[in-house]
């Protein structure tokens, strides 16, 4: 992706500047500047991965052939902990590469659904929909893979990437897990 955009339309507005990733973001990527390249050449499940303190979890960016649209970014949980709660413009599709959680996903004022995920998993959170991941492995870390249209959205000025002004805890997240699961808006449920 280029290193030239401008600041999003939706993200340099006065009101989204305190809840918005996207200076946080830039900032990581210049300090742990993103692989290039056709290929990466670590293993997903292995490679060591720089903390990203805004977003409560370790990552890394790539940014493969010069691509214009797509980006993606390897994400990790610590035992037992979560990401922040949060939502983007970007269409994304997560693959979990290692371990096994669950996200909550809702919009404003909807109910909250869940997707439980292990290695393999394939999903997608919609796009503007606030979501949070939970590591369920209290020993080890728990990793997946996103690929987004960052590149567009930059190019558009259109993105914007906001924190949720209420974070779930493991423990409040697990009693909207059975709540969703008790209520049949559980998807991938496997217990």
């Given at each position: ?7 999003g ?20 990527n ?28 370790k ?8 691509y214009?649209?797509l ?10 902990r979560n990401?922040?709660?949060h939502?983007?413009?970007?269409e994304?599709?997560l693959y979990?590469v ?6 909550l996903?809702n ?21 503007w ?16 893979l996103?690929i987004?249209?960052?590149g ?12 949720h002004?209420?974070?779930?805890t ?14 049949g808006?559980a998807?991938?449920?496997k217990?």
């Amino acid at each position: 992706m280029r290193d030239d955009y401008e600041k999003g339309v939706l993200s340099s507005e006065k009101k989204n500047l305190d809840s918005s990733e996207i200076a946080a973001r830039d900032e990581f990527n210049k300090q742990h500047p993103p692989t290039k390249g056709l290929v990466v050449e670590d293993d997903l499940r292995k490679m060591d991965l720089p903390a990203r303190p805004w977003r409560k979890n370790k990552g890394h960016y790539f940014d493969l052939a010069d691509y214009e649209v797509l980006g993606a970014h390897i994400s990790e949980l610590m035992p037992g902990r979560n990401s922040v709660r949060h939502r983007h413009t970007t269409e994304a599709y997560l693959y979990v590469v290692k371990g096994h959680g669950f996200s909550l996903i809702n919009y404003d004022d909807e109910p909250i659904e869940a997707v439980e995920w292990q290695e393999g998993t394939l999903f997608a959170p919609p796009r503007w929909a606030w979501h949070q991941h939970f590591n369920l492995d209290t020993e080890d870390t728990s990793r997946y893979l996103a690929i987004q249209d960052t590149g567009l959205l930059r190019t558009l000025r259109l993105h914007n990437i906001e924190r949720h002004s209420v974070q779930l805890t493991p423990e409040d997240a697990q009693l909207v897990l059975e709540e969703a699961v008790k209520q049949g808006r559980a998807h991938n449920h496997k217990r």
